[in-house]
């Protein structure tokens, strides 16, 4: 049996026949006339021309928001992603002044911009930091320039908890510190020894100023203004005084005032080289800063501790030889080096006066000398010339200011509350 073919009629047919009817429909179909263009609808269509001739700019488009992240190329992220116009980039980046913080982007900033519908760029923003930033508005062929800087708020808060597991820990679990916990914590391990003195059920009650910035919730930047820390090995109460400085309440400055040598004023040693951020290399002429003071010191001088301090560290170098590093608190650090005995190990507190180690020749030496260290917050600075913490108490004067400025936080009862500024937390769960 054979299968009859399909006929080209049968197969066209339908469609030809919607497409006939449709257009049967479309011919005849009753529609409503246009009305006549009129005078005044003729001038009103002259007037919208006109007005977009007018204002050839088109409306703006909202901000667009970008985090740099690592590997980023602002070239191709310009281009390929934003598909803003490449010589505009290069407009911005040629200006002498305000170009090179294009250059520096670095991860984590954040950019923010504004095109109109045409992709022209109106306005660029670079937060350098959550607090700062730059402005570029372009307009033709001019660029306008802003810095911007976010309004800071700052509030004293008040914490007070209990000591669980750590200090740290405590802090973290206070909202008036949200963002700012660690900063806190690290602020106050500065001043007092927790990490070894630290026990579970220390009491302890902080005074902070918290900064946020204008629309933020966390804290940009925290001070530790004042604490009282009462624990079973550990008690200490100080404030902050007008020098930046810690005192106790009745004064006494918290930290150890400081011998401008390490061995003490009774001694006297020749500086055989000096504290030099520029100091030349005598062989290869090559800039190689010296951050210490060296002593022409005889091998076997006592070295004495310039300050009361823990030891951080005892170690050998290559370079520095028998080699010492004492914490003083406050982020005050001092280093001596080519030592030829140690008299001390990591964790030994020390008093001034004491005598940690003797001088010597050790390590990369060209004869006996102490080389010796002070560091500000991780900064070499020179100890010879360095304002020193000598002032072990507040003159009457200074005490009186001193306790007015504090008097609610050293008079105020460990467990009440005292008003709105002051956020005051129950101890830790
Ligand atoms: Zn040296």
């Given at each position: ?227 009282d820390y009462q624990g079973a090995r550990l008690q200490a109460s100080a ?191």
């Amino acid at each position: 049996m054979s299968r009859s073919p399909l006929s080209w009629p049968s197969v066209l047919l339908p469609p030809l026949l919607i497409a006939l009817s449709v257009a049967f429909w479309w011919r005849y179909h009753p529609r409503p006339e246009p009305p006549p263009m009129t005078d005044q609808a003729l001038l009103r269509l002259a007037a919208d021309t006109d007005f977009h001739n007018l204002d050839p700019t088109p409306a703006p488009l909202p901000w667009e928001h970008y985090t740099i992240q690592q590997g980023d190329l602002l070239t191709h992220l310009w281009k390929e992603q934003w598909q803003l116009p490449t010589a505009t980039l290069y407009r911005l980046i040629e200006d002498a002044d305000q170009g090179q913080r294009l250059n520096r982007l670095r991860p984590g900033q954040h950019l923010e911009w504004r095109a109109d519908s045409d992709g022209r760029l109106l306005a660029l923003r670079l937060w350098e930091s959550d607090a700062e930033g730059y402005q570029w508005d372009l307009d033709g062929d001019a660029i306008h320039g802003q810095v911007l800087e976010k309004e800071r708020a700052s509030h004293r808060v008040r914490v007070a908890g209990i000591v669980r597991t750590s200090l740290a820990a405590a802090l973290a679990g206070q909202p008036a510190l949200a963002g700012a916990a660690g900063s806190v914590s690290a602020q106050l391990a500065e001043l007092l020894p927790l990490s070894r003195q630290a026990r579970r059920g220390d009491r302890f009650s902080l005074l902070v100023d918290v900064e946020r910035l204008e629309g933020g919730e966390r804290a940009y930047s925290a001070k530790l203004m004042g604490f009282d820390y009462q624990g079973a090995r550990l008690q200490a109460s100080a404030a902050r005084f007008d020098d930046d400085r810690f005192y106790r309440p009745d004064g006494t400055s918290l930290l150890p005032s400081f011998w401008r040598h390490p061995f003490g004023e009774s001694h006297h040693y020749r500086i055989s080289s000096p504290f030099n951020l520029h100091r030349h290399h005598p062989i290869t002429g090559r800039i190689s800063p010296h951050y210490g003071t060296d002593f022409a010191m005889p091998t076997g001088s006592p070295v004495a501790a310039p300050a009361d301090g823990v030891v951080r560290r005892v170690t050998r170098g290559l370079l520095a030889g028998n080699y010492v590093v004492l914490d003083h608190g406050n982020g005050y650090q001092t280093r001596y080096m080519h030592l030829s005995k140690v008299r001390v190990h990591p964790g030994d507190t020390v008093r001034q006066g004491q005598v940690i180690a003797l001088s010597g020749n050790t390590g990369r030496s060209t004869g006996p000398h102490l080389h010796y260290e002070l560091r500000m917050n991780g900064r070499p600075v020179n100890a010879m010339k360095v304002s020193l913490p000598t002032k072990g108490q507040l003159a009457s004067d200074e005490l009186t200011r001193f306790r007015n400025q504090y008097a609610a936080y050293f008079d105020f009862p460990a467990d009440a509350n005292d008003g709105t500024e002051v956020a005051h937390r129950d101890p830790e769960q």
